[in-house]
């Protein structure tokens, strides 16, 4: 099996053989989890790869139809498990969300998985108009507009 790790994957101590993208590698910063991917790269247990545009292209898709909000490291190492046909190693609920939609097998680390997909909404809490995109205030009253989950 080819694992696709993200940083809560390094983090909470995930040590089989793996791959992962070169920007969980700057998002890795206390010691023991700095040292404990140094040692699975000198080992190596973890090989660094870039995911093709076209595997990018398709997690934004996917993760726009869920608005689920990713970051841009979350979405390439989606893309890396498309392309390796591979396993993502996460913590994080949005990345295992968007995994659940596109079909790639995912593990847990160091939280209980999800156990159904959730879609999402964009609601101002002043007066309720619902928005298709996310954006800090409503146009239309000024109050914030939050994510909530679809019902």
Same mark, same amino acid.
């Given at each position: 099996?080819?694992?696709?790790?993200? =940083?809560? =994957?390094?983090?909470? @101590? &995930?040590?089989?053989?793996g791959f992962t993208v070169p920007e969980?590698?700057? %998002?890795?910063?206390?010691? !023991?989890?700095?040292?404990?991917?140094? !040692?699975?790269?000198?080992?190596?247990?973890?090989?660094?790869?870039?995911? !093709?545009?076209? =595997?990018?292209?398709?997690?934004?898709e996917a993760a726009k139809k869920t608005?689920?909000?990713?970051?841009?490291?979350?979405?390439?190492?989606? =893309?890396?498990?498309?392309?390796?046909? @591979?396993?993502?190693?996460?913590?994080?609920? @949005?990345?295992?969300?968007?995994? %659940?939609?596109?079909?790639?097998?995912?593990?847990?680390? @160091?939280?209980?998985?999800?156990? %159904?997909?959730?879609?999402?909404?964009f609601t101002c809490v002043g007066c309720?108009?619902?928005? %298709?995109?996310?954006?800090?205030?409503?146009? &239309?009253?000024?109050?914030?507009?939050?994510?909530?989950?679809?019902?």
């Open positions: 099996m080819n694992y696709v790790l993200d =940083a809560s =994957a390094i983090i909470s @101590g &995930f040590v089989d053989k969980v590698i700057r %998002e890795v910063k206390d010691y !023991s989890s700095e040292f404990t991917m140094e !040692s699975l790269i000198a080992s190596g247990k973890l090989d660094i790869k870039d995911p !093709s545009p076209l =595997a990018v292209r398709r997690v934004e608005k689920d909000t990713l970051s841009e490291t979350d979405i390439r190492v989606i =893309a890396l498990a498309l392309d390796l046909e @591979g396993c993502v190693v996460s913590g994080d609920y @949005g990345i295992q969300n968007v995994c %659940e939609v596109l079909g790639i097998p995912y593990v847990s680390a @160091g939280v209980e998985g999800i156990e %159904e997909v959730f879609q999402w909404k309720g108009k619902e928005y %298709e995109e996310f954006m800090k205030e409503c146009p &239309f009253c000024g109050n914030p507009v939050v994510r909530r989950r679809k019902a």
